[in-house]
């Protein structure tokens, strides 16, 4: 059964600390994706990864980075967590190949409150 | 740039057809994707279209149409646990295997 899972359901950090949402995928595929998901706004994409150590700016890519050191892991990182970063964060991962529909998968989620 | 519109919200009753629509703007277009997202979990894959027409699963069809930018889910059946929302999201070339998503629909069923 496929899978990606996330480091935590829900986390609450303050202002200005340093965020690490981690996302391990066991499909062995090559693409993840870091979304986030407000109220009246939908899904958002804030990076996305197609390799080991490669990284492309989604939409909304201020403020964050991550991190791709594995082909199962992908970290997303919030270097100074601000209250506008509190959200419900999405990982999900996809085969390489842009052929027939590749599917993403996602995690559970993580809500984060910055305080 | 690219646009994707939905409606916000739906109601329907039990055993009822209800049809939900997405219209898009994007340059590149290379699939559309329907995914449905129950409350507090994840987006779950119900869907995909990349050439014109209908195809159907089950209780479930979706339709496209590349020249209108337009694409529809369409529900038979309904049953309470199909209230949920539901996201369009739509590929192109330039972003690869990346999405761009709706603002989702929420469906709400009643007995």
């Known amino acids: 059964d496929v899978k990606v899972t996330q480091s935590s359901r829900y986390l609450v950090k303050r202002t200005g600390e340093k965020v690490f949402l981690e996302c391990v995928q066991d499909?062995?595929?090559?693409?993840m994706f870091w979304y986030r998901q407000d109220p009246g706004l939908g899904l958002r994409l804030i990076y996305f990864?197609?390799?080991?150590?490669?990284?492309e700016k989604g939409d909304i890519p201020e403020g964050y980075s991550v991190s791709r050191e594995k082909k199962e892991r992908f970290s997303l990182i919030l270097e100074s967590a601000s209250t506008n970063q509190t959200s419900m964060y999405l990982c999900a991962s996809s085969k390489g190949q842009v052929i027939s529909y590749n599917e993403q998968f996602f995690g559970p989620g993580t809500r984060l409150t910055v305080l | 740039g690219q646009n994707i519109d939905q409606p916000t919200e739906m109601t329907a009753t039990e055993g009822a057809i209800v049809q939900i629509n997405c219209t898009y703007q994007t340059s590149g277009f290379n699939g559309l994707f329907w995914y449905q997202q129950h409350a507090g979990e994840a987006p779950t894959f119900l869907s995909y279209?990349?050439?014109?027409g209908l195809e159907e699963k089950g209780r479930f069809s979706s339709f496209l149409s590349r020249s209108k930018g337009y694409s529809y889910l369409l529900l038979k059946e309904l049953q309470m646990k199909d209230s949920a929302s539901y996201l369009c999201?739509?590929?192109?070339?330039?972003?690869?295997?990346?999405?761009?998503f709706g603002k989702g629909t929420t469906l709400s069923v009643s007995s």
């Open positions: 999201a739509v590929r192109n070339n330039q972003a690869g295997t990346a999405l761009i």
């Open positions: 279209n990349v050439l014109d």
């Open positions: 990864s197609y390799d080991v150590k490669m990284k």
């Open positions: 499909m062995d595929h090559e693409n």
